[in-house]
């Protein structure tokens, strides 16, 4: 076994080296501690692997993302949204008979039960619907408390997937006082939820094939990015052995901050500033560079692609084909490529290694759906959930699994004696 050195006061260190199957390495510093009393310190985990996954693969420095070995660009090319929740849960591209039962299943449990419709009444009608699809999930725990492991291990997880997006639609139905579409058997999973979404009872919503097809997309690139924020959240959350429901709802509150999924309302609110404010983007790249102002380019950087993230590029070829195809002039697309290619070209960016990243032309595609900016980041968890589940599921099936718990490096006050209240 390769081994590395860490040499400190003299005294010298040995530690595993480990190799993934990309050739990535890995210094093993699990028993680090335990031999030396000494920790490795890494704020935002930005260099700590939590865990070995078998799940998605990330070069950030070439642009490549795969989920199971497959590349982006030909699932995003040829594959259904099931076909990937399948292959993520799973490990292996389902055949006919398996595609098909596993989408009878999503379809027997879309329905949510006739109680949580109650809930909705409860929100005020402004409620954010991140907010209420993380509450909506967590409570799903009370109505599925435990699924029968032994007959069916992964009926949660099946009841999760088909759930959500009948949740996120209500949601939806909740914020502009219509009343609920309820979900059609014989439509696809994307067409059942733009049907959930827009259907009125007096004239039910024919899905057009293209925006069938572009949300179809838009959820496959968002399926897996294996330990970004919220998918860590979900594991910590899972490895104390919480239930489903609550680490996903963790999970859930995690991708609504603007750093993470919240970034696709914000590039939206932020494109609409510029153009209302003259269009003049080039004050926003300055505004951006300048610390100072507190403003950053929204749906730009990453924390992993540090060359293109391969998501963006597949969204932005999208955004033009479904414009171009339902002829929509969206003066917002003018706007977000006139600020791509000034920042392109600008060396702070470039030093700083910023592109456009997932958020960035993903909300020009869910407004040409007529999907509303709050629901911008419900669509991303939608999309994020098999890669959820599939985290969670590899999480407590890895035998290695303990709960998950860092440590800190403490800087605060050295021991120090109490002292009464009438004495200070
Ligand atoms: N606009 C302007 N400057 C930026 C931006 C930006 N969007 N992103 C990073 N920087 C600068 C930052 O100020 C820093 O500069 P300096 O070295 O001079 O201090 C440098 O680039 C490195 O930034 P960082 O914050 O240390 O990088 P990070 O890896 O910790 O953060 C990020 C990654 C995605 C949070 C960050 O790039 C960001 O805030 N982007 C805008 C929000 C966004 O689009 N988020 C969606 C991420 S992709 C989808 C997802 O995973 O949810």
Same mark, same amino acid.
């Given at each position: 076994?390769?081994?590395?050195?860490?040499?400190?006061?003299?005294?010298?260190?040995?530690?595993?080296?480990?190799?993934?199957?990309?050739?990535?390495?890995a210094?093993?510093?699990?028993?680090?501690?335990?031999?030396?009393?000494?920790?490795t310190?890494?704020?935002?985990?930005?260099?700590?692997?939590?865990?070995?996954?078998?799940?998605?693969?990330?070069?950030?420095?070439?642009?490549?993302?795969r989920?199971?070995?497959?590349?982006?660009?030909?699932?995003?090319?040829?594959?259904?949204?099931?076909?990937?929740?399948y292959?993520?849960?799973?490990?292996?591209?389902?055949n006919?008979e398996?595609?098909?039962d596993?989408?009878?299943?999503l379809? @027997?449990?879309?329905?949510?039960?006739?109680?949580m419709?109650?809930?909705?009444?409860?929100?005020?009608?402004? &409620?954010?619907?991140?907010?209420?699809?993380?509450?909506?999930?967590?409570?799903?725990?009370?109505?599925?408390?435990?699924?029968?492991?032994?007959?069916d291990?992964?009926?949660?997880?099946? =009841?999760?997937?088909?759930?959500?997006?009948?949740?996120?639609?209500?949601? @939806?139905?909740?914020?502009?006082?219509?009343?609920?579409?309820y979900?059609?058997?014989?439509?696809?999973y994307?067409?059942?939820?733009?049907?959930?979404m827009?259907?009125? +009872?007096t004239?039910?919503?024919?899905?057009?094939?293209?925006?069938?097809? &572009?949300?179809?997309?838009?959820?496959?690139?968002?399926?897996?990015?294996?330990?970004?924020?919220?998918?860590? +959240?979900v594991r910590?959350?899972?490895?104390?052995?919480?239930?489903?429901?609550s680490?996903?709802?963790?999970?859930?509150?995690?991708?609504?901050?603007?750093?993470?999924?919240?970034?696709n309302?914000?590039?939206?609110?932020?494109?609409?500033?510029?153009?209302?404010?003259?269009?003049?983007?080039?004050?926003y790249v300055?505004?951006a560079?300048?610390?100072?102002?507190?403003?950053?380019?929204?749906?730009?950087?990453?924390?992993? @692609?540090?060359?293109?993230d391969p998501?963006?590029?597949?969204?932005?070829?999208?955004?033009?084909?479904?414009? =171009?195809?339902?002829?929509?002039?969206?003066?917002?697309?003018?706007?977000?490529?006139?600020?791509?290619?000034?920042a392109?070209?600008?060396?702070?960016?470039?030093?700083?290694k910023?592109?456009?990243?997932?958020?960035?032309?993903?909300?020009?595609?869910?407004?040409a759906?007529g999907?509303?900016?709050?629901m911008?980041?419900?669509?991303?968890?939608?999309?994020?959930?098999?890669?959820w589940?599939?985290?969670?599921?590899?999480?407590?099936?890895?035998?290695?699994?303990?709960?998950?718990?860092?440590?800190?490096?403490?800087?605060?006050?050295?021991?120090?004696?109490?002292?009464?209240?009438?004495?200070?």
């Open positions: 076994m390769n081994t590395a050195k860490l040499v400190l006061n003299d005294r010298e260190h040995e530690l595993p080296v480990m190799v993934g199957s990309e050739g990535e390495t210094i093993d510093v699990t028993r680090l501690r335990s031999e030396s009393m000494i920790i310190l890494d704020p935002g985990f930005a260099n700590t692997g939590a865990c070995r996954s078998e799940i998605t693969f990330i070069d950030g420095e070439r642009g490549i993302l989920y199971r070995g497959y590349s982006i660009e030909e699932l995003a090319r040829a594959a259904q949204f099931t076909e990937v929740c292959l993520l849960l799973y490990g292996a591209l389902p006919r398996q595609l098909d596993f989408r009878e299943r379809t @027997y449990h879309t329905l949510i039960h006739e109680d419709k109650k809930f909705f009444e409860g929100y005020p009608r402004s &409620a954010h619907p991140m907010a209420i699809l993380s509450s909506m999930v967590s409570a799903l725990s009370t109505y599925y408390p435990v699924a029968n492991a032994e007959e291990p992964d009926l949660n997880i099946i =009841r999760l997937l088909a759930k959500a997006k009948t949740i996120a639609a209500f949601a @939806y139905k909740k914020s502009i006082g219509h009343p609920f579409s979900p059609i058997n014989a439509l696809s994307t067409a059942n939820f733009l049907h959930m827009f259907s009125v +009872t004239e039910p919503y024919k899905v057009p094939q293209v925006l069938d097809d &572009a949300l179809n997309l838009l959820l496959v690139v968002h399926a897996d990015h294996e330990q970004n924020c919220s998918t860590s +959240t910590l959350v899972g490895s104390s052995d919480a239930n489903l429901f680490a996903v709802a963790a999970g859930i509150c995690a991708l609504w901050g603007p750093l993470h999924g919240g970034a309302q914000n590039v939206i609110e932020m494109l609409k500033m510029i153009r209302s404010d003259g269009g003049d983007y080039r004050k300055a505004m560079k300048d610390s100072e102002s507190g403003f950053r380019l929204m749906g730009f950087g990453h924390r992993v @692609y540090k060359n293109f998501r963006a590029k597949l969204l932005k070829e999208a955004a033009d084909r479904v414009l =171009r195809e339902l002829n929509i002039d969206d003066p917002l697309l003018e706007v977000a490529k006139n600020l791509e290619e000034v392109l070209q600008d060396d702070f960016f470039l030093e700083r910023l592109y456009p990243n997932v958020d960035f032309y993903s909300g020009i595609l869910y407004r759906m999907i509303p900016t709050n911008f980041t419900v669509m991303f968890a939608l999309g994020r959930l098999p890669g589940l599939a985290h969670w599921k590899e999480m407590r099936q890895d035998p290695d699994r303990r709960i998950g718990r860092p440590r800190q490096l403490y800087v605060g006050e050295p021991q120090r004696s109490f002292v009464a209240l009438a004495d200070r």
